[in-house]
């Protein structure tokens, strides 16, 4: 993993004070097979490997009616990730785009966000498919997919059959 004083050609990183304006309570672990960023995808598919995300106890009947959705929006923490670039050149090739129009991991808050595919849910634990984050990364909340909001519908008589 790069230092935090490595730069690319062209980057520009800003001094920043401790951040002291925010508290987040992180609500569990995401397990991957991924434990170097070098081999963690940069963007999570949908037919990936199974993952799991692992609630603490307190938060699992927090997830009552979740397996009604067959996606969800997975919100983490990128603990390993710098919070100081304002330019980034994101293939080193000497091209500079700002922070905010990248979807890096190098953000002032590195919250990383990955629409799953919901495979199931059994004591806490969801599995699910589409992540692209470390083993071990702090979860901070899991919601609906905001485009599939609307629950699945129950099957109806005769679903599934054909005349």
């Known amino acids: 993993m790069a230092s935090d004083t490595d730069l690319r050609q062209n980057e520009k990183a800003t001094a920043l004070e401790p951040a ?3 508290v987040l309570r992180f609500i569990g672990t995401i397990r991957t ?3 170097d960023r070098d081999d963690c995808p940069r963007q999570g598919r949908l037919d990936g490997p199974e993952c799991r995300i692992v609630l603490n106890p307190e938060w699992h009947e927090a997830l009552t009616g979740l397996d009604n959705y067959e996606t969800v929006e997975v919100l983490y ?3 390993q990730s710098r919070r100081d670039l304002v330019l980034q050149s994101p293939k080193s090739d ?3 785009v700002g922070t905010f129009a990248l979807r890096s991991p190098v953000r002032p ?3 990383g966000t990955s629409i799953v595919k919901l495979e199931r849910i059994e004591n806490g634990t ?3 498919r589409g992540l692209d984050c470390l083993d ?3 979860l901070v ?3 609906p997919n905001r485009c599939d909001f609307t629950p699945k519908a129950p099957p109806k008589p005769g679903d599934g059959q054909t005349d």
């Open 20 to 22: 002291s304006d925010a």
């Open 33 to 35: 097979p991924w434990t």
């Open 77 to 79: 923490w990128l603990d």
């Open 94 to 96: 000497g091209r500079i």
């Open 109 to 111: 808050n590195p919250i």
């Open 126 to 128: 969801l599995f699910v």
């Open 136 to 138: 071990g990364t702090p």
């Open 141 to 143: 909340d899991i919601k």
